[in-house]
């Protein structure tokens, strides 16, 4: 009996055919195994296709929409109400790519091929945390003397209680004005806001103005006050220049980096007899101008210290040191003032103070050599602080959400100071509020006026905006640490800290810019789920914060969103939607407008980079690996992830390779929804590349 099975065999093909067996190719070539590739992606397509149909089935509700569970997925709504054009199979492509986690459609801007990815669909889930309750440290403001108390001149006083309308000293003014009048060098560590400035210029002024012979504006500088940014440098002559009104003798000036080195050398010949300067623009006239003279000096004051040190300021420091004991024919008197106190800050200290008095209005731990101890912030009194958990995804809309429903409304009459990690950042989103948020208040509203200032700025617009802000009731000031330290703006009710600061004291000076001289003020502190780690590191430092929910902060949008929507607009009906619809107007923005994208595009690169500087002790909480850089993109109103950002973080670039004829094609690795985009991928497939000998070329004859 014949066998019912034939074989064939036809140069390098093995094809088997008989009763219940299947065509089995071993044909060996790279068309084939492209082939078999092919069918086996089709296939697996199939049954992925297959799931995602039965879970959207099954939940309606994504449990992983961070926090947002009940919701229906504003994809789902969007694909209902938003037609598509073609045959099924591309509407059968949408649904599979949403099961993957980004959405549902795409763009016809120009920008082919992006497609647009849900808010609330596979986030982190947000973790339940509570912040310790700590033993807050809190110091007294105000003392129960006032200045007439005090051994001033008597128009001194006036100035006081008439124009600063000042009739209380602070705490702070209370200790270190009968110090410094005794002429003894001084370490003043008080909180933010309770009056430093004063506490050393009442006496500085109350002693040039009893010295005799009087002194004139030729004499040069009495004193020298060093601070560390251009805008406390306003702020501080401002303070001097309405103390030495009664004492039309003394000359107050400023000497600051921005400004015109020929204007500053004109007014040091005409005379300054109290110099407030920055330190790198003051050590630039110590060599350069010789029309300087610093052999009257009798008073050195260093602001800020524990700035000073942060910006590098100390080898600044010690050459201004240096030319004063060098020059000066007498003694001198130095007063250093700081909010914390740290290495930097002893090391400043030493250089520049001999036998101070410590003036300290809160306990200091002692530091032992076993062991270095935390330091303890203090806080104002009246400060509340906040934190809230949102996803990447989420994050912008939060920010605009909390704007406009803290400083648009009627009852309202304060502004907001909101920081960031980078001037880029600052800049980005500055336009994108401008111009969108103005138009999204209600139509009761006061009007929303958005400021921006950061380090890059030219000094004009910089003084500018400072004025500007600081006379404005319903101003948003977007900024760098810049404004952190020292500033006293009117007017701020909330500290809003859009990126955690790099270190733990910046934290303190920022939210010191509320709260001010025992007046209340208010603080919120955005963390990512990946980032809340961070919470423990302030309990640490005797800092407590309260959390507030983002679903709480979101719920503004309701309103704004389905008023704004127009006819033929599909109108927001609950948050999720309402947030959506905020988001896409942005982005609409971003896409739109080639500036806003550009703009867009180096904010995003440049918090990457800012984020991979975080110090030692920090990293193990703010790991760049726990970014995830699609997510990332939605907080500057981006579609995808910019390129090019993997050198300047630390992190290797792949290169793209052409494909060789012949060679079998590169398996591309799937990124997960939640991995970081930061994660090295080794290909397994690739053996290792055979080194290909160059044959030396042998020079002839000349």
């Known amino acids: 009996m014949m066998d019912s099975s034939i074989t064939l065999n036809l140069s390098g093909t093995n094809i088997q055919v008989g009763e219940g067996s299947h065509i089995k190719s071993k044909i060996t070539g790279n068309r084939v195994r492209r082939i078999k590739g092919r069918r086996k992606l089709k296939s697996k397509q199939k049954k992925e296709f297959a799931e995602s149909k039965t879970e959207e089935k099954v939940d309606a509700g994504d449990t992983r929409d961070g926090g947002m569970a009940g919701y229906e997925s504003a994809d789902t709504r969007q694909a209902v109400a938003t037609p598509q054009t073609g045959d099924g199979h591309s509407r059968k492509r ?8 980004n959405t549902t459609k795409k763009t016809k801007s120009g920008h082919g091929g992006q497609v647009v990815s849900s808010l609330f669909r596979y986030n982190p889930d947000i973790p339940k945390v509570v912040s310790s309750k700590v033993t807050e440290l809190k110091e007294d ?4 003397d006032s200045f007439s108390h005090l051994s001033l001149h008597p128009f001194m006083v006036n100035a006081l209680e008439e124009r600063l309308q000042l009739t209380q000293m602070t705490a702070v003014q209370q200790r270190a004005i009968p110090t410094i009048l005794q002429g003894q060098d001084a370490l003043i560590k008080s909180q933010t806001g309770s009056g430093k400035t004063l506490a050393f210029a009442v006496p500085i002024v109350q002693k040039l103005q009893a010295l005799e012979p009087p002194i004139t504006r030729a004499d040069g500088p009495y004193a020298i006050v060093v601070v560390p940014t251009r805008e406390l440098a306003q702020q501080c002559l401002q303070v001097f220049t309405e103390l030495v009104k009664p004492f039309i003798r003394i000359v107050p000036g400023l000497v600051i ?51 000073l040190c942060d910006l590098g300021y100390e080898k600044h420091i010690a050459q201004i040191v240096t030319a004063l004991n060098t020059r000066s024919n007498h003694g001198r008197q130095t007063i250093l003032l700081s909010a914390t106190l740290s290495d930097g800050v002893e090391r400043m200290a030493g250089m520049s103070l001999g036998d101070p008095k410590h003036i300290f209005l809160s306990e200091t731990p002692t530091r032992t050599s076993q062991e270095t101890l935390p330091t303890r912030f203090t806080v104002p009194q009246n400060l509340q602080q906040y934190f809230v958990i949102t996803p990447s995804k989420l994050k912008l809309v939060t920010l605009a959400a909390f704007i406009l429903g803290k400083v648009t409304t009627v009852t309202s009459l304060s502004a907001m100071v909101i920081f960031m990690a980078t001037q880029d950042a600052v800049e980005f989103h500055h336009q994108l509020f401008t111009r969108t948020l103005c138009e999204v208040q209600g139509k009761d509203a006061d009007s929303l006026s958005m400021f921006r200032l950061h380090g890059d700025m030219e000094q004009k617009d910089r003084t500018e905006v400072y004025q500007a802000f600081s006379k404005s009731d319903h101003g948003v000031l977007l900024c760098t640490d810049v404004a952190a330290r020292g500033l006293h703006l009117a007017h701020v009710q909330w500290i809003v800290q859009y990126t955690i600061p790099t270190q733990e004291a910046d934290y303190i000076h920022r939210v010191g810019r509320t709260a001010r001289a025992g007046a209340k003020g208010e603080s ?20 407590s914060l309260k959390e507030l929910k983002m679903n709480k902060v979101l719920g503004i949008l309701m309103k704004l969103m389905t008023d704004l929507a127009s006819d033929e607009e599909m109108r927001p009906r609950d948050l999720v939607e309402s947030a ?18 550009s703009l867009a595009r180096r904010g995003f690169k440049s918090f990457i980079r800012a984020y991979a500087t975080y110090p030692h002790h920090l990293k193990a909480i703010l790991k760049i690996q726990d970014l995830h850089l699609g997510h990332v993109a939605k907080m500057f109103g981006l579609r995808e992830a910019p390129a090019g950002i993997g050198d300047r973080a630390g992190h290797n670039v792949v290169k793209k390779h052409k494909q060789r004829p012949g060679a079998p094609r590169r398996r591309k690795h799937e990124v997960s929804e939640f991995g970081s985009g930061f994660t090295k991928t080794k290909n397994k497939n690739l053996g290792p590349r055979k080194k290909k000998n160059k044959k030396k070329k042998t020079k002839g004859p000349k």
């Open 94 to 101: 949408k649904q599979k790519g949403d099961n993957v986690g």
């Open 141 to 144: 403001v105000f003392s129960s």
């Open 257 to 307: 980096g921005g400004e015109k080195r020929k204007a500053e050398k004109s007014s040091i010949r005409k005379g300054i007899n109290i110099m407030v300067c920055t330190p790198g623009r003051l050590v630039d006239h110590l060599e350069n101008t010789a029309s300087l003279r610093v052999d009257r000096v009798e008073f050195l004051v260093l602001d800020e210290a524990d700035r």
């Open 524 to 543: 919120l502190l955005f963390v990512v789920p990946s980032e809340v780690g961070y919470l423990q590191v302030l309990n640490k430092h005797n800092v």
């Open 580 to 597: 959506t619809h905020l988001q896409m107007r942005f982005e609409n923005l971003v896409q739109g407008q080639e500036e806003m994208l």
